[in-house]
Every structure is written in C-alpha cells, then in structure tokens.
C-alpha cells in the first residue's frame, strides 16, 4: 500500500500563514502527523510550502526535501471561487458542480491525474504529505476515486490510499 496525507492549508492572509495559521499548522505538527514520510509535497502556493515547512520540522524529518507539484493547484482559482461564491457558504463539490459543472468535472479530473501521480511515485508501504487547497483538494480525491468527500476546513484533511491500483479515501484524525 501506498498513503497520502492530503491537507488543506490553515489560516492565510493572501499567500501567508498568519500567526493563527502558524499556531495551528504547529499545532497538527505536533499531534496529528503520521510519520514517517518520503515526500513532502506543495502546490507551490506559499501558504503551502510554509505549512509543509512547519510540519517537517514537527515530524523532524528536515532531510526530506519539499517538492512541488503545481498540477495539484488550480489555474482557474478565480473560477472556483465564483462556483463557490454562488453555491454558498460551506459549500461541498456537489453544490458547486450545480453552478459550474464544466469546472467540477475538467477540474477533478486533472487534479485527480495529479495526485495519482504523486501516489503511483511513491515506494511500496511509504507515505506522502500533501498540502494544497479546498475545493480543490476534495476536487483531486473525486476525480482519483469517484468519492465527494466533505469540504475541508483549514489544516483538515483526508487519507488516500492504494493498494492494487485501487484508490481509496479515508479520514485523518
């Protein structure tokens, strides 16, 4: 089997942890990583990259690299927001596909080949911390294993798995 930790970055002002975000990225650092890891792995949105940073030295495992994979990131932001917007607040992926269906679908399907990628790249019985976004991360798990998961909430997140060439979504604590 193969794992991803698949989080959503917490609090940000534009492109920033603020301190609030910082104290609660330590925070899950500090009880509830499920070491060890091989990959670290951002968006390349600096929210990200800074979550993953905090998180590494919490699982003090600063000799695995941070890697990007900016497949995993949106290049139609603007657009998500608006699905968003009109869905309303707290919106989960099903709200949003009756708003913009095109998106949904084009969008998780993308997302969905990233993340298998990351997934297929990894060794046997290892595990892959993935920090992005929402909706976009609940985007990258329907379009992998054809499951809605819940909307993420900061620094939330869920567990991909494979086995087989079956993937499958769980729950982190």
């Not at 990200?48 to 290049?75: C, G, H, N, Y």
């Not at 909706?135 to 997140?157: C, Q, R």
Request: glycine fraction near 10%; hydrophobic fraction near 40%.
């Amino acid at each position: 089997m193969r794992y991803v930790e698949l989080r959503r970055h917490t609090d940000n002002d534009g492109d920033r942890l603020t301190p609030e975000g910082i104290a609660a990225a330590e925070a899950i650092g500090r009880d509830h990583l499920h070491p060890p890891y091989v990959a670290f792995i951002s968006t390349g949105a600096a929210r990200a990259t800074q979550m993953l940073e905090i998180l590494r030295t919490a699982a003090s495992v600063e000799d695995v690299p941070i890697s990007t994979v900016p497949a995993l990131r949106s290049t139609v932001e603007d657009r998500w927001r608006a699905a968003a917007k009109a869905a309303g607040k707290g919106a989960d992926l099903e709200a949003m596909r009756a708003i913009d269906p095109e998106l949904v679908e084009q969008e998780s399907q993308s997302l969905g080949i990233a993340l298998r990628s990351v997934i297929d790249a990894l060794p046997q019985g290892s595990r892959a911390l993935v920090v992005g976004h929402s909706p976009t991360n609940e985007a990258a798990v329907l379009g992998l294993t054809g499951e809605l998961v819940p909307p993420l909430g900061k620094g939330a997140g869920v567990l991909v798995n494979e086995s087989g060439g079956n993937y499958r979504v769980g729950r982190l604590d």
